[in-house]
């Protein structure tokens, strides 16, 4: 079994960098309506896989996902590839995303294998997040429950594009290498998601208040 790891010794400054941009910006969202998935690229299994994964992930932060979206019908979209190039013979997607040529281009240039793209409503809630998952040699190494667990996680809040370049979200745990959220990002999460915090903000003293939520919920025991 994975040891328990210690949470940062300085949670507001722990959760400021989780919502840091490369830019130096403090851009917070989470979603104002339930996700409606739809996954494309993998099979049955692989379908089961990420919407048993992205339900999980939906009930920490207190929702449960819908069928589909009233205006959208799905809003929370996963896309498989073997090549970027795959991307342009998918008319819907390039109806989607504005510049999918140029992006896919810039995504093989950089030999990337994964993006994320969030729709936002008029209160800067997100509203959509299309996952662009290139399925190359070292993520066919990952475990799909793994990758499943990840995508969830990184699509259900705007994180920093650093946010978790330095290490994995992700814990293994139990004899039969069941994973799960990192005890301190569950915290993250559902906190994230109180109804008293907006659904999205710039000021960076919105870290103050989820981490104030998160060492709260730390010394109740909640994990």
Not at 76 to 90: H, K, M, Q, T
Not at 157 to 167: I, P, V
Request: glycine share 8%; net charge negative; hydrophobic share 50%.
């Amino acid at each position: 079994m994975a040891m328990a790891e210690a949470d940062p010794p300085d949670a507001a400054a722990a959760v400021a960098a989780l919502f840091t941009h490369g830019d130096g910006t403090f851009r917070f969202a989470r979603w104002g309506r339930r996700p409606a998935p739809m996954v494309y690229g993998t099979d049955d299994a692989g379908v089961r896989i990420f919407e048993e994964a992205l339900g999980s992930v939906a009930r920490l932060a207190g929702m449960e996902l819908a069928a589909t979206d009233p205006e959208l019908g799905a809003n929370f979209l996963v896309f498989f590839c073997r090549d970027w190039a795959e991307l342009g013979e998918l008319p819907a997607l390039g109806q989607l995303i504005p510049g999918l040529d140029a992006l896919a281009h810039r995504l093989a240039a950089a030999r990337a294998n994964q993006y994320r793209l969030f729709g936002f409503d008029e209160d800067g809630a997100i509203r959509a997040c299309i996952s662009l998952i290139r399925y190359d040699a070292a993520l066919q190494q990952v475990p799909a429950g793994t990758l499943a667990l990840s995508q969830a996680l990184q699509g259900l809040l705007l994180w920093s594009d650093r946010a978790f370049a330095g290490e994995s979200p992700i814990v293994s745990v139990g004899d039969r290498a069941g994973v799960v959220l990192k005890p301190w990002l569950r915290r993250v999460l559902r906190a994230a998601y109180d109804p008293a915090l907006p659904a999205a903000g710039r000021d960076a003293a919105l870290a103050l208040r989820i981490a104030a939520r998160v060492q709260l919920a730390e010394e109740a025991g909640h994990a």
